[in-house]
Nanobody, 123 residues
């Protein structure tokens, strides 16, 4: 089992940058594929980015490709989401997710979830 705690959310202006962090408990972090998802008010939770256990495979949603970067530091049990050129449409609660196995873009593939961190982008 793993516990996930997101941090780094906040209120930013459009065009600015923000970095989210997700710290994982336990000593098996390197065995988990990690993902970031987001949920805006009134919308379904959607995939944002995912990274494999070694960091060698990364996936991005089309809406964030070229603006967001996912990375991980297995020594620090942490996965990051660097968000650049923020848009109003990026406003959402961002969730970190983890699971064993092949990295996936599918919400149902992740067993463990954090509580989320709010990102609000203003004009």
């Amino acid at each position: 089992q793993v516990q996930l705690v997101e941090s780094g959310g906040g209120l930013e202006q459009a065009g600015s940058s923000l970095r989210l962090s997700c710290a994982a408990s336990g000593r098996t972090f390197s065995r988990f594929a990690m993902g970031w998802f987001r949920q805006a008010p009134g919308k379904e939770r959607e995939f944002v980015a995912a990274i494999s256990q070694s960091g060698g495979i990364k996936y991005y949603a089309e809406s964030v490709k070229g603006r967001f970067t996912i990375s991980r530091d297995n020594a620090k049990n942490t996965v990051y989401l660097q968000m650049n050129s923020l848009k109003l449409g990026d406003t959402a609660v961002y969730y970190c997710a983890a699971d064993y196995g092949v990295v996936s873009t599918t919400r149902g593939s992740y067993r463990y979830w954090g509580q989320g961190t709010q990102v609000t982008v203003s004009s």
